[in-house]
């Protein structure tokens, strides 16, 4: 049975820092791209970070470009999301997704997670 299971998230103030993990059971996340995605309220999903089956493959939104990192711990078959300089823009509930390649179209993702809230203060 396969699950993804995001924790991580909460309260923050602007500038400080968060990581968000996502725990995966029923799949290999070195076998696997994984995603993350981000919906605040009033708007659609956006695409924030991923990572391929190799660690020098990822890709990031140009939002998050220089504060966020995606990382991969394949012993405890997760998937990290590293946030840093955080914004109140940056509040929104993060989910993560696996899927086959490394995309930014969420539709191509095959299996997601609850998802987390990350609120960030002004």
């Known amino acids: 049975q396969v699950q993804l299971v995001e924790s991580g998230g909460g309260l923050v103030q602007a500038g400080g820092s968060l990581r968000l993990s996502c725990a995966a059971s029923?799949?290999?996340?070195?076998?696997?791209?994984v995603g993350w995605f981000r919906q605040a309220p009033g708007k659609e999903r956006e695409f924030v970070a991923a990572?391929?089956?190799?660690?020098?493959?990822?890709d990031y939104a140009d939002s998050v470009k220089g504060r966020f990192a995606i990382s991969r711990d394949v012993a405890k078959n997760t998937v990290y999301l590293h946030m840093n300089s955080l914004k109140p823009e940056d509040t929104a509930v993060y989910y993560c997704?696996?899927?086959?390649?490394?995309?930014?179209?969420?539709?191509?993702?095959?299996?997601w997670g609850q998802g987390t809230q990350v609120t960030v203060s002004s």
């Open positions: 990572i391929g089956w190799t660690v020098s493959i990822t």
């Open positions: 029923g799949l290999t996340v070195s076998t696997y791209a």
């Open positions: 997704a696996a899927g086959t390649l490394p995309v930014k179209l969420a539709t191509t993702y095959n299996y």
